[in-house]
Structure formats: structure tokens, C-alpha cells
């Protein structure tokens, strides 16, 4: 089975850098993403991780350790739009979309 | 750009009736997922299509939930009947990979409430 941890709330200030936490244990593991998703909306896809290190697009960047069962996204200058709920997700074995959800953290960007 | 076209965006219905939810996926994605959310957590996958074959629906409730994609394009997710714990965001999503591990798309969702 799958088991997902992230922290359920944070809150930051526009214009720092917050990161969010991800651990899971996992039976197998393939690669995994972060999501993005603003209230009453569907999620939107952040990054995908398969190999160890760190992956930067933007503002937004990606970490994995596959050893240590670990992943952080990290945003660097907040901004208030960037408050929203971030999901942790894991792919199984062999590849596959059959994503495995975090409860998701909520952050609260605040002035 | 292309969506994921879910509706209706909110149904809200009394227990024991009957529900249906409509996806349509992006032109040319062969996978579909249906996955519900419950508020404050995060998407739990019900079932899995790729084209019309149902690849994994081994988390759905098949004494009330059933779920079909006849022709490979659109699929209908139905509940009957509904009951209060069925409350939840339904979210359709699909992913142009047959295999290996690609970006999935969401819909916008049907929220459902069940008074």
C-alpha cells in the first residue's frame, strides 16, 4: 500500500520562500508529482520527479529522495495567488497515472 | 487550450436517488480516470479506463457505483443509490500516455451533495 504525509496547513508571506514537505512508504514507487489546486477547482499539475535532485521550473522547484522516501516543493516570491492547497502524489510501480493523493497542505499566503 | 469537460459542475440530490456525471477527455487521450475527493483530503482513485476497457476498478463501490466509456472517447459515472457519504468533489481526469507516466489533466469536477 501507500502511505503519504504532508504537513496540513502553512502560512507564509507574499514574497518569501516556503517549502512543503512530502514522506511516504510506499510497497514500490515510480516517480512523483506535486498539484497545485485552488479552492473549488481541479488540480493543476506543478512537477514530476522520478530521479533524485532537484528540479526547477520557475518559481516553483521540486526535490526527491527516492532512499529517503522524501520530496519537498519549494516556492520562492510568494505571491497572494499562490495561496491554494498543494498535493503530494506518488506513481506506482512500472509507471502508470494511477496517482496515489496526499491529504494536500493547505497554504495561506498572507501580506 | 484543450479541457477536460465535466458536467454538471454541482448536482445536489436526496439519498437513495439516482446520480449520473459526465466526462468528456482531451481529443486523443486514451487513459480516464474518475477519482472523488473528499473535502479536505485528496483525490482517491475510483476507476481506470484506457480506451473502453476498464484497466482498474478495484476502489469502486460496485453495489451502487458503475462506470462506462462505451465508445473510448466520453465516459458516465453513476450512483445508485446515492447516500449521505457520497458527498464529495467527482474529478475526471485524463492522461495522453498508454504507458509509462504522463501529466494527468483534470476537469473542473461535479460536486455533489446528498441531503
Known amino acids: 500500500g501507500q502511505n503519504i504525509d504532508q504537513p496540513t496547513e502553512m502560512t507564509a508571506t507574499e514574497g518569501a520562500i516556503v517549502q512543503i514537505n512530502c514522506t511516504y512508504q510506499t510497497s514500490g514507487f515510480n516517480g512523483l508529482f506535486w498539484y497545485q489546486q485552488h479552492a473549488g477547482e481541479a488540480p493543476t499539475f506543478l512537477s514530476y520527479n522520478v530521479l533524485d535532485g532537484l528540479e526547477e521550473k520557475g518559481r516553483f522547484s521540486s526535490f526527491l529522495s527516492r532512499s529517503k522516501g522524501y520530496s519537498y516543493l519549494l516556492l520562492k516570491e510568494l505571491q497572494m495567488k499562490d495561496s491554494a492547497s498543494y498535493l503530494c502524489?506518488?506513481?506506482?510501480?512500472?509507471?502508470?497515472?494511477?496517482?496515489?493523493f496526499g491529504t494536500g497542505t493547505q497554504l495561506k499566503v498572507e501580506l | 487550450e484543450a479541457e477536460v469537460a465535466q458536467s454538471p459542475r454541482y448536482k445536489i440530490t436526496e439519498k437513495s436517488q439516482a446520480v449520473a456525471f459526465w466526462c468528456d477527455p482531451i481529443s486523443g487521450h486514451a487513459t480516464l480516470y474518475w477519482y472523488r475527493q473528499i473535502l479536505g483530503q485528496g483525490p482517491e482513485l475510483l476507476v481506470q479506463f484506457q480506451d473502453e476497457s476498464v484497466v482498474d476498478d478495484s476502489q469502486l463501490p460496485k453495489d451502487r457505483f458503475s462506470a462506462e466509456r462505451l465508445k473510448g472517447v466520453d465516459s458516465t459515472l453513476k450512483i445508485q443509490p446515492a447516500e449521505l457519504g457520497d458527498s464529495a468533489m467527482y474529478l475526471c481526469a485524463s492522461s495522453l500516455a498508454r504507458l509509462g507516466t504522463g501529466e494527468l489533466f483534470f476537469g473542473e469536477g461535479s460536486r455533489l451533495t446528498v441531503l
Open positions: 502524489a506518488v506513481s506506482p510501480p512500472g509507471g502508470g497515472n494511477k496517482l496515489t
